[in-house]
């Protein structure tokens, strides 16, 4: 079905979106962890075009910095003012010169973040294989209103022009196909018609839509490809449009990954970004959210209510109740619940990561456990070490930060605080309450410590026929009694 990849793509995002009601250009609002014309570039990129333009004009600074980021290859020409879609394909194909239109060109919108490669590959298909001048992607919506209605011919049902809603006569408004906004030209012919759309319509603008109606007068093929799914080409202008394209993609999403071997026990309470991959057999359950580069390997089991951004599970690991950044678990490692893995943190295979434990920048070996209500920045651990209860890793002074560093078979006691820079050796020991300032051979017992003295009678003397002295004064009779 793959037609020659077109001449050039060019993408509408001049316009200003004011029902978004933002301070950020609305082509760049992001549902799953892409811009809506991040997305547009994506399904554009999977057609191969020579050349690829976004026409670009309000809050053009932010909008041409993004696109930079998303891909250096894109090229952007500018509309200074919106006159209209066709005065913007123009300043596009110019920026582009003359051998860009040199065979198909393909002008879709910034603000469709749900059209699929698949569905422009579609529409250059049917453009190739049915000769035409130019094809319009159309789809029957259940509400017209607003869009431009395609018009055919009674007798032979051919699409003869499309009309804009607010120049439409009562009967076309009855027409329930649309444009989408979404076509593919004869570059050349294009840039002849263009010279020759007109501005005498109700808004006084350039409408790309007349190209259609000038073609045909002049004898060229005219053609429509109906969209299979007409929510596919839904264009976003307010917020409330905005969340309905998130659940649409988001479900497009997750149902890709089921259909992959993935489970994902609720996908209602599932957020998932277009960049998270997965393997077969990985296991979702409800109220979590994966982001960025995420990626959970065969086994993996994540959630319920966790947040992972660009964060790898290797096979077999365990992530419960947990929100992980820029991390890596190990193959059958266990995280949470209740644990905050932030960037840096590498876990080993078998690793373990237990209930209020923060961890970053820190490489924690195989078997390694770190269970209960610790912090461990900036440090190296080795293999089969567990680290005691309540321990903190001091590694910041007030001016920089520490590396400590614990060797394998380690065991240290609850309660420590590793005052960075510090290191333990293989096989070591630190007593519990411990505040570790100097290294620790391998092998030793490190012991840190105040020693405990015990005052008798203390309560007694200084808190006399308080509560407590009465304790210990019936505790004492009982235990003097049993003698
Ligand atoms: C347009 C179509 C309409 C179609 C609808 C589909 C025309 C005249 N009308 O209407 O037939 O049903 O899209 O959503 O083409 N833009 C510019 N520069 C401009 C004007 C627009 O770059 O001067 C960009 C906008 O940023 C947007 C796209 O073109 O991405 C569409 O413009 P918009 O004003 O939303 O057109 P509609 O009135 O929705
Ligand atoms: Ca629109």
Redesign the pocket.
């Known amino acids: 079905m793959s037609a020659t990849p077109p001449a050039a793509v060019v993408i509408?995002?001049?316009?200003e979106g004011t029902r978004m009601k933002s301070a950020t250009p609305k082509v760049l609002h992001e549902i799953c962890g892409r811009s809506l014309v991040g997305h547009v570039v994506a399904a554009a990129r999977e057609l191969g075009p020579r050349e690829l333009v976004v026409?670009v004009?309000h809050a053009r600074e932010k909008v041409t910095e993004h696109l930079a980021g998303v891909d250096p290859s894109i090229r952007t020409a500018v509309?200074e003012e919106?006159?209209?879609?066709g005065?913007?394909v123009r300043m596009g194909l110019e920026a582009l010169g003359a051998d860009a239109v040199e065979g198909t060109v393909v002008v879709v919108?910034?603000?469709t973040p749900l059209l699929t490669g698949a569905t422009l590959q579609a529409l250059a298909a049917t453009h190739a294989a049915d000769g035409n001048a130019v094809t319009v992607l159309s789809a029957e919506v259940p509400d017209a209103t607003?869009?431009?209605r395609i018009v055919r011919d009674a007798a032979t049902d051919a699409v003869t022009a499309?009309v804009?809603h607010k120049d439409a006569s009562e009967a076309q408004r009855a027409i329930r196909e649309?444009?989408?906004?979404v076509f593919a030209f004869d570059g050349r012919l294009l840039v002849e018609a263009l010279g020759r759309v007109r501005t005498d319509n109700s808004q006084g603008?350039e409408?790309?839509?007349d190209v259609l109606g000038i073609l045909r007068e002049a004898g060229h093929r005219v053609g429509a490809s109906v969209a299979a799914d007409h929510r596919e080409i839904a264009?976003i202008n307010n917020r409330v449009q905005l969340s309905e394209a998130r659940a649409s993609l988001n479900a497009r999403l997750l149902r890709d990954a089921m259909l992959a071997g993935v489970t994902v026990v609720d996908p209602a309470t599932t957020l998932v970004d277009c960049t998270v991959t997965f393997e077969q057999d990985a296991l979702v359950h409800p109220g979590t959210q994966l982001l960025g580069a995420t990626h959970l390997a065969t086994g993996a089991e994540v959630g319920p209510n966790t947040r992972l951004t660009d964060t790898v599970v290797r096979a077999g690991a365990r992530v419960d109740n947990t929100v992980a950044l820029g991390a890596e678990v190990g193959e059958g490692a266990s995280v949470g619940p209740f644990a905050y893995l932030r960037p840096g943190t590498r876990l080993g295979a078998k690793a373990k990561i237990g209930t209020y434990v923060e961890t970053k920048n820190a490489s924690i070996g195989e078997g390694t456990k770190v269970p209960h209500l610790s912090y461990v920045g900036d440090a190296t651990i080795g293999e089969y070490t567990n680290i005691g209860a309540a321990s903190v890793f001091v590694n910041y002074d007030g001016q920089d930060k520490h590396h400590t560093t614990v060797g394998s078979h380690c065991k240290t006691g609850s309660d420590n605080m590793f005052v960075a820079p510090v290191t333990i050796g293989d096989g070591a020991y630190t007593a519990a309450g411990s505040v570790i300032t100097k290294d620790v051979p391998a092998g030793a017992l490190a012991v840190a410590r105040g020693q405990q003295r015990n005052i008798e009678g203390w309560v007694a003397r200084k808190r006399p026929g308080s509560a407590a002295a009465q304790a210990a004064e019936s505790s004492s009779e009982r235990t003097s009694g049993q003698e």
Request: negative net charge; contains cysteine.
């Open positions: 509408l995002a001049a316009g026409v004009g509309q919106q006159n209209g879609t005065h913007a919108c910034g603000d607003g869009y431009g499309i804009e649309i444009n989408s906004g603008e409408y790309l839509t264009g």
